[in-house]
């Protein structure tokens, strides 16, 4: 793990504020939001992120891409739309990290 872009997707508000949304996506996205492939359950579609975020497409783009490279989200394009979910493994391996050496 990249530790050192980690922590920068993480100085910023917003970022953070979408990892939170996506701890919970059935509760704070609308109903319909979630990506109904079996194998990535809990997506979320770009388009809603962006509207909750109240961004321009492109600045979304931009945070969600820092968000994958860090290794926090997973993103899969089903059809002609891009779902992202939290890559719970790479967080708890990060907890850990910070538990161990911070």
């Known amino acids: 793990m990249d530790y050192l872009t980690i922590?920068?997707?993480l100085a910023n508000e917003t970022r953070l504020?979408?990892?939170q949304w996506l701890k919970e996506p059935g509760q704070n996205f609308?109903?319909?939001s979630l990506s109904?492939?079996?194998d990535?359950?809990?997506g979320?579609?770009?388009g809603k992120i962006q509207e909750k975020a109240g961004m321009s497409q492109?600045?979304?783009s931009q945070y969600l891409s820092l968000l994958q490279r860090s290794g926090l989200l997973e993103a899969r394009r089903?059809?002609?739309w891009t779902y992202y979910r939290r890559n719970e493994e790479a967080i708890r391996r990060l907890a850990e990290y910070i538990g161990k050496e911070l």
């Open 58 to 60: 492109s600045t979304t």
């Open 7 to 9: 922590f920068k997707a």
């Open 30 to 32: 609308p109903s319909g």
């Open 36 to 38: 109904d492939e079996h």
């Open 44 to 46: 979320i579609c770009v």
């Open 40 to 42: 990535f359950k809990d």
């Open 78 to 80: 089903i059809g002609q």
């Open 17 to 19: 504020q979408i990892l």
